[in-house]
């Protein structure tokens, strides 16, 4: 089992088992909106896999009560489109990819919590290159 404390991991490691790399600045993605899928015992979402937006992964997610397109001022939130990279939840992550509509990731930047969610095979098919 992966350990992780109730803070920011300073040295977070990636479902490669390298260091954890920024999935996005722009918009501002991640648990702490520090632009990494980082984690903590507070994220019960686990919010772990930068994935690549696509059009018909933000038509499921709205479909199940996720609307991620929508921007959201109030919030900070930009709304996401199509290319841009955010840090899902694993386990909506998982959900679309049993649908057969999962985003690709970038698994450089994606946590190695999501491993607890999906094998690593799961994963591979869908690395962004």
């Not at 686990?46 to 991620?68: I, P, Q, W, Y």
């Not at 109030?74 to 694993?90: I, K, Q, T, V």
Request: aromatic content about 10%; some cysteine.
């Amino acid at each position: 089992m992966i350990s992780f404390s109730d803070a920011e991991p300073k040295h977070a490691k990636n479902i490669l088992g390298t260091e954890l790399e920024l999935c996005c600045s722009s918009p501002r993605t991640g648990y702490f909106r520090d632009g990494f899928c980082h984690t903590n015992l507070q994220d019960e979402g686990a919010h772990v896999v930068c994935a690549v937006m696509t059009a018909e992964f933000l038509v499921f997610s709205k479909s199940r009560g996720n609307d991620l397109s929508t921007p959201r001022p109030e919030f900070s939130f930009p709304g996401l489109s199509e290319g841009d990279r955010w840090c899902l939840c694993a386990i909506r992550w998982k959900e679309a990819y049993d649908a057969g509509c999962a985003p690709l990731l970038n698994p450089k930047a994606t946590h190695e919590r999501a491993l607890e969610y999906m094998s690593l095979e799961e994963l591979k098919n869908h690395f962004a290159e």
